[in-house]
């Protein structure tokens, strides 16, 4: 069973920082694609950032590039979102999401971490 558990969600003043962490289990995530979205109330759900199985290449919305850096630690199966310079447009449920190399979806999903930046 694939589970992916996400933390570091909290309060935060408008250019704080956040670091979001999702620990992956349930079998080998070497070659998968790892990403963090986000929702905001009335908005569909969208992809912040997205790193491929070794590391190498990254996606950034737009919105938070220069702002948020996506990392993965291979051996603990874990993928980061440091987040910095946060304003109220950030606040949102974040997700963690994983799919296999070569596939369009993401098939697998956390259950979210609210993140929500004071202004």
């Known amino acids: 069973q694939v589970q992916l558990v996400e933390s570091g969600g909290g309060l935060v003043q408008a250019g704080g920082s956040l670091r979001l962490s999702c620990a992956a289990s349930g079998r080998t995530f070497s070659y998968f694609y790892m990403a963090w979205f986000r929702q905001a109330p009335g908005k569909e759900r969208a992809r912040v950032a997205e790193?491929?199985?070794?590391?190498?290449?990254?996606y950034y919305a737009a919105s938070v590039e220069g702002r948020f850096t996506i990392s993965k630690h291979n051996a603990g199966n874990t993928v980061y979102l440091q987040m910095n310079r946060l304003n109220p447009e950030d606040t949102a449920v974040y997700y963690c999401?994983?799919?296999?190399?070569?596939?369009?979806?993401?098939?697998?999903w956390g259950q979210g971490t609210q993140v929500t930046v004071a202004s």
């Open positions: 790193i491929n199985w070794s590391g190498i290449s990254t």
């Open positions: 999401a994983a799919k296999p190399s070569g596939t369009d979806k993401y098939t697998y």
